[in-house]
């Protein structure tokens, strides 16, 4: 049996609970930083996602500064 949450429209499944996780989880402050999976460092919310956004940054940039050399020059 699954329950949907009249506030915030999540389902979740009745053994986990009768409150909604999402909300409770919202109205008690966890903070969620991501997970250590690889997902969670590619996405920039790990443990290290300054680093990783850095990297993000640098590649966003050298993109942009190949693309307008293609334009201009082809």
């Not at 997902?39 to 290290?48: E, L």
Request: aromatic share 14%; glycine share 10%.
């Amino acid at each position: 049996m699954f329950r949907i949450c009249s506030k915030c429209d999540f389902e979740w499944h009745s053994s986990d609970g009768l409150e909604c996780p999402a909300c409770n989880g919202l109205q008690k402050g966890n903070n969620f930083s991501g997970g250590k999976s690889f997902w969670g460092r590619a996405f920039g919310t790990g443990p290290n996602d300054k680093r990783f956004n850095n990297w993000y940054l640098a590649i966003a940039i050298i993109t942009l500064i190949l693309l307008i050399q293609a334009l201009v020059f082809s």
